[in-house]
């Protein structure tokens, strides 16, 4: 069975870092692209950003460019957020999904919740 | 890149079908066979229903269906049952830099 558990959210002030991390299992995780996508408190989906299998090509959202980076480790099954200068808008809850394009994103985890806030 | 357009809700009674809507443009929908459709219920992960604009994945009821006419996609949901009740997202890929974009989402009630 495909799973994903998603770590490291939590409380952060305006402008500090933190870094999530998300681990797989039921599948071979170096053959996959992997997404993070958040969702804002009663708000929709909202795609952050995205990584080829071997984790050369990466793709991020226009609003987060900059300020998150999106990483892999194939050898640990690990994929990882890491987000700098967090914003009060940044607060979500942060998902960890599996795929690409006409795909879709088949798998999902049950998400870390990021709060950033004074 | 702006979100793609969804209607905020949509019903229909047990038994019934329900029809929802999503538009995009040239660059997203229009463009590319790229449009899924994900179920979620209050407080749990997204579930993906549609991919590549009608497929299935295993285990998804073949009451789920989706389409596309241009710009527009659509997800219809024949023989709505109590548990379809749930808030339904499109996505699609998109060509300019969001890569892909999600709509805001219709909570489909039945009554």
């Known amino acids: 069975e495909v799973q994903l558990v998603e770590s490291g959210g939590g409380l952060v002030k305006p402008g500090e870092s933190l870094r999530l991390s998300c681990s797989p299992s039921?599948?071979?995780?170096?053959?996959?692209?992997m997404n993070w996508v958040r969702q804002a408190p009663g708000k929709g989906l909202e795609w952050v950003s995205s990584?080829?299998?071997?984790?050369?090509?990466?793709f991020d959202a226009d609003s987060m460019k900059g300020r998150f980076t999106i990483s892999r480790d194939n050898a640990k099954n690990s994929l990882y957020l890491q987000m700098n200068s967090l914003r009060a808008e940044d607060t979500a809850l942060y998902y960890c999904?599996?795929?690409?394009?006409?795909?879709?994103?088949?798998?999902w985890g049950q998400g870390t919740l990021v709060t950033v806030s004074s | 890149q702006s979100a793609l357009t969804q209607p905020p809700s949509a019903s229909g009674s047990p038994g019934q079908s329900v029809t929802i809507s999503c538009a995009g443009t040239?660059?997203?929908?229009?463009?590319?066979?790229?449009v899924s459709w994900y179920q979620q219920y209050p407080g749990k992960a997204p579930k993906l229903m549609i991919y590549?604009?009608?497929k299935r994945p295993s285990g998804v009821p073949d009451r789920f269906s989706g389409s596309k006419s241009g710009n527009t996609a659509s997800l219809t949901v024949s023989g709505l049952q109590a548990e379809d009740e749930a808030d339904y997202y499109c996505?699609?890929?998109?060509?300019?830099?969001?890569?892909?974009?999600f709509g805001a989402g219709t909570k489909v009630s039945v009554l």
């Open positions: 999904a599996r795929g690409f394009r006409e795909q879709g994103f088949d798998s």
């Open positions: 039921g599948f071979t995780f170096s053959n996959f692209a």
């Open positions: 990584i080829s299998p071997t984790g050369g090509v990466i």
């Open positions: 040239s660059s997203d929908i229009g463009g590319y066979n790229h």
């Open positions: 590549e604009v009608t």
């Open positions: 996505s699609s890929f998109a060509d300019n830099n969001a890569f892909y974009i």
